[in-house]
């Protein structure tokens, strides 16, 4: 896998850099940024076998439902890696995440439309404010629990975004946003989540 082979080549260097200089913080906080990147590719297909989360499209997922609530998931490096077609360019690449986003979420609606107070709840920093709104989501505020974990995966979410845009690409994780709203609320704006996922699949076909 060149993803974990890269990653443990990496992991090694700053090990060695980290005992010559003998600044050991470098080599323990690149175990864990490497360890960030590797463990999606081994975390998931069980996670997945197991139940605890439910994949509702190749790159929209979300995990078992607690308290009255849902967390849902972009899709994770494991997940880009092995779903996005490597001869996608950037636009294209875009388009086809949100595209999987909005198939998923559709699915997420159908699985739970007769429990319509359950609350879906998910944090992106791609995802357009207007956009989410339209789609019945209110913006609430990002906890800090949830900013700690981004920033503590950011290598991951690097790696990811890069992929995302088919270059090496920054995330703006200070502009995340968490976004929140009942089944019955996204049920409401479901026709048009439909026709914005029917545009953004014409459009993919036609420039692929």
């Known amino acids: 896998m060149v993803i974990g082979s890269v990653s443990i080549a990496l992991l090694l260097v700053f090990i060695v850099i980290s005992l010559k200089t003998e600044v050991y913080i470098i080599g323990v906080f690149m175990f864990f940024a490497v360890l960030t990147i590797i463990a999606p590719f081994y975390d998931m297909p069980s996670l997945k076998k197991s139940g605890r989360v439910i994949y509702h499209s190749p790159l929209f997922i979300s995990e078992k439902p607690t308290n009255g609530a849902i967390k849902i998931h972009g899709g994770t490096l494991f997940d880009y890696y092995f779903v996005i077609d490597k001869k996608m360019n950037g636009k294209q690449r875009t388009n086809f995440i949100l595209q999987q986003y909005l198939d998923g979420l559709l699915s997420l609606m159908e699985q739970y439309k007769e429990n319509k107070h359950l609350i879906v709840k998910g944090t992106s920093y791609i995802i357009n404010e207007r956009t989410a709104e339209k789609m019945g989501f209110k913006t609430i505020k990002t906890d800090t629990f949830q900013k700690i974990i981004l920033n503590f995966n950011f290598l991951n979410v690097l790696l990811s975004y890069s992929i995302a845009k088919n270059k090496l690409s920054f995330p ?8 929140q709203a009942e ?17 953004l699949k014409r459009m993919i076909a036609s420039n692929y």
């Open 183 to 199: 089944i019955g609320e996204l049920i409401e704006r479901k026709e048009y989540v439909e026709n914005l996922n029917q545009s």
């Open 172 to 179: 703006a994780v200070n502009n995340t946003k968490t976004f």
